[in-house]
């Protein structure tokens, strides 16, 4: 059975995106372990860079960046847009300090 | 048969498959885009939680960091070994397909054996899901932590005895219940495996039903819509690790 996406190159790319995962995790790691960042900042590092593993992992292990554009749009679009929506409520969390509940 | 009214140019065939891609790994897009939304309300939670309780305990240090690391690469090899799985399976290499599927078992059951010492390693200091040892003003500590890393833990699970009956078939029942049986009886009751090891009995009885009630052989797409499932775990765990473990390491 064929799709009329396109193929991708062989295994080469996988062990180079291995590699990256591997490397970007150490990154975490280290900058967790020394503690260079403030708590603020330290979890902005972290999410841009597992956002950026997520990426990898969907591209090229979850085969999405050899689909056709518009399964990919749909997909990642639905799918962010409501974990996005959730973040609406952060506001709430930071309200509740100003409370003085203890 | 509905189709015998109807013209077709070719025998079988109806309206080109949806963004050109067979069913089955519509079907687990589709699951996998729910399941996404289930992590993302948790780690929602988890983060509100966070963030509206200044007093939230940091209480990994050293030992618990490399363990979720090692635990890190563990799935991460998995998800390397299982590609390469699924690309065997495109070249029809069945034993080939077979090892790499029991490679990313053995990384996956890896990491449940691992986290699972971290759990019962928390859990002898006092941590429970309604309280902890470190900031007894604030409870949620435990049941975000052992919401979140035990349902990703229950879904590592799953997708190693999914892989298991894809690799193996019916020749993993006997394996599985061998497992659980020597897990029920040799495991002590002061390891949380001592009753996470039932989780095995309920996936053979289930992967039983499965494969009597619909015997088939597993193809390369059902090895790649696997292979979906098992990413993603992956995934999940990208988030879980930085979000729950590195952002709570012990100040020293």
């Known amino acids: 059975m064929h799709n009329i996406a396109h193929t991708d190159e062989g295994k080469g790319q996988y062990f180079w995106v291995w590699g990256a995962l591997l490397f970007l995790t150490a990154v975490e790691v280290v900058l967790a372990y020394e503690q260079v960042l403030t708590p603020l900042h330290m979890l902005e590092v972290l999410m841009v860079l597992s956002v950026v593993k997520a990426a990898l992992i969907i591209a090229y292990f979850m085969h999405l960046k050899f689909e056709v554009p518009i399964m990919r749009f749909l997909l990642m679009a639905s799918i962010v847009i409501c974990l996005c929506l959730m973040c609406i409520f952060f506001a709430d969390a930071a309200r509740i300090l100003s409370l003085g509940v203890r | ?252």
């Open chain 2, 1 to 252: 048969m509905a189709d015998v009214a109807v013209h077709h140019d070719l025998a079988g065939e109806f309206e080109p498959s949806l963004f050109g891609a067979y069913s089955k790994k519509i079907g687990m897009w589709l699951f996998l885009a729910s399941d996404s939304l289930t992590f993302g309300a948790l780690l929602f939670a988890y983060s509100y939680g966070r963030i509206s309780n200044p007093a939230w305990p940091t209480p990994f240090a050293k030992e618990s960091i490399l363990n979720a690391t090692i635990m890190t690469a563990c799935l991460l090899s998995s998800s390397l070994t299982m590609v390469l799985g699924v690309l065997a399976s495109h070249r029809g290499d069945k034993g080939a397909v077979r090892n790499w599927l029991l490679a990313t078992m053995f990384f996956g059951s890896a990491f449940i054996v691992l986290h699972g010492m971290e759990w019962t390693k928390l859990i002898a200091e006092g941590m429970t899901p309604f309280t902890n040892p470190w900031a007894p003003g604030v409870p949620q500590f435990g049941g975000t932590f052992f919401t979140l890393t035990g349902m990703h833990m229950l879904h590592v699970t799953i997708g190693v005895i999914y892989l298991g009956v894809v690799a193996l078939r019916k020749k993993f029942l006997p394996i599985l219940l061998v497992l659980w049986l020597a897990g029920y009886l040799l495991i002590p009751s002061t390891s949380v495996f001592h009753y996470g090891i039932h989780v095995l009995l309920l996936g053979a009885i289930v992967s039983a039903m499965i494969m009597f009630l619909h015997p088939k052989d597993y193809d390369s797409h059902d090895v790649e819509v696997s292979g979906l499932y098992w990413h993603f775990v992956d995934l999940v765990w990208m988030f879980i690790f930085p979000l729950v473990y590195l952002m709570s390491t012990k100040i020293v």
